[in-house]
């Protein structure tokens, strides 16, 4: 049978939560309200804020009093390079194999000089001459490492740039 009105809430449904538990005769705690705070009505002004105050610049010399030399710059020594220790084994056999990167990159160059070249291919050859100019430097410098790593990316840089044309 349809409802035909909402139903009233009980007197139960509408007083306080039940605060005691209903098989007990507990009673709940107290309840304690702080008083608010007491605000004086004094009509004085609020206190001022003072900021502080900016340092002076300090003062620069007339350009008649500046001095014609020129600045010193600071003399910094060299940064110490720092490389792995390795036996004398190890050292000829990075020795030899910047030397046969080096040689196979220059015999690519050589290759590829006769030909006409696109913008790309005449921008590798560059970085590889770069590469084994780096190379160089550095197996002069001693660090045998560096060395053979910049010959071995001219190697397969050359690589690439025979097999383009």
């Known amino acids: 049978m349809p409802v035909s009105a909402v139903p009233e809430p009980s007197l139960v449904e509408t007083g306080r939560p039940m605060t005691t538990a209903p098989d007990t005769s507990a009673s709940p705690p107290a309840e304690t309200i702080a008083p608010p705070p007491v605000i004086s009505d004094s009509t004085s002004a609020p206190p001022t804020v003072v900021a502080p105050r900016p340092k002076p610049a300090k003062p ?5 009093e500046a001095s014609t030399e020129p600045p ?13 220790q390795l036996t004398a ?4 056999s990075y020795q030899r194999k910047t ?3 080096i040689s196979i990159a220059e015999r690519n160059l050589q290759q590829a000089a006769g030909k006409t070249h696109s913008a790309a291919q005449d921008d590798l050859k560059e970085k ?10 550095a197996s002069k410098a001693g660090d045998l490492v560096r060395a053979q790593n910049l010959a071995q990316k001219a190697r397969v840089l050359s690589i690439e740039l ?3 044309l």
Request: proline share 11%; glycine share 0%; aromatic share 2%.
């Open 128 to 137: 590889i001459r770069r590469f084994i100019d780096q190379s160089r430097e």
């Open 60 to 64: 620069t010399k007339p350009a008649a």
């Open 162 to 164: 025979v097999e383009s």
């Open 89 to 92: 084994e190890e050292q000829a």
């Open 99 to 101: 030397s046969e990167d």
């Open 72 to 84: 010193v710059e600071a003399v910094h020594p060299p940064a110490p390079q720092i490389s792995a």
